[in-house]
């Protein structure tokens, strides 16, 4: 096999895992929490730019990698509660993640409409931060609007579109995983 079409199968391989994890956040017969947690808070745009980081600090890098992911996440999910599979063009780097969000359209419950608030993101380990490639082992919490048990933990991968907001390209489950390759090796489309 030649190395594009490995890494084509890697990248099936971890979106097909993602889709497994997305569909397994079923709700949970338990009222959700009451009293929402704080979202994090961060000054940065939410179209961020692919420009080297301009923060001193690695807090605050962290802190501006969870409000790209809680936009990405909220939008994903948005995208998906709405029936509007186009939207997920402005969420997903990848045939194969749009695919996977087209599918859980209709497939996926909700509790109530996705909120941004709703989204909780914490980042355990800045992995990568590159101006081409962004990798965070992170926390992902939408149980205020998907029901109570709606918590995962992983690692993704985002790439930058043509227009400079960051996009979700794979995921995998470990931070030990191939997830690099994806940074290096796999193709991508000329237009994303």
């Given at each position: 096999m030649n190395r594009r079409r490995l890494g084509y199968l890697a990248l099936l391989a971890a979106v097909l895992a993602a889709v497994v994890w997305v569909a397994s956040l079923g709700p949970d017969p338990a009222p959700p929490p009451t009293t929402p947690a704080a979202a994090p808070t961060s000054t940065s745009p939410t179209t961020p730019s692919t420009e080297?980081?301009?923060?001193?600090?690695?807090?605050?890098?962290?802190?501006?990698?969870?409000?790209?992911?809680?936009?990405?996440?909220?939008?994903?999910?948005?995208?998906?509660?709405?029936?509007?599979?186009d939207a997920l063009w402005e969420v997903v780097a990848t045939q194969t993640g749009y695919d996977d969000g087209v599918a859980a359209i209709g497939a996926m419950t909700f509790d109530r409409a996705p909120t941004r608030e709703g989204v909780m993101v914490s980042v355990k380990e800045l992995l990568l931060d590159r101006q081409d490639c962004l990798v965070a082992f992170i926390d992902v919490d939408?149980?205020?609007?998907?029901?109570?048990?709606?918590?995962?933990?992983?690692?993704?991968?985002?790439?930058?579109?043509?227009?400079?907001?960051?996009?979700?390209?794979?995921?995998?489950?470990?931070?030990?995983d191939l997830w690099i390759r994806d940074c290096d090796e796999l193709i991508r489309d000329e237009d994303s």
């Open positions: 080297a980081p301009t923060t001193t600090s690695a807090e605050a890098r962290i802190g501006e990698v969870e409000a790209i992911l809680q936009d990405l996440y909220y939008r994903w999910f948005d995208a998906i509660y709405r029936q509007d599979a939408v149980s205020q609007f998907r029901g109570v048990g709606a918590e995962t933990s992983g690692v993704d991968v985002l790439w930058p579109d043509s227009g400079g907001a960051w996009r979700l390209a794979t995921s995998w489950v470990h931070p030990n």
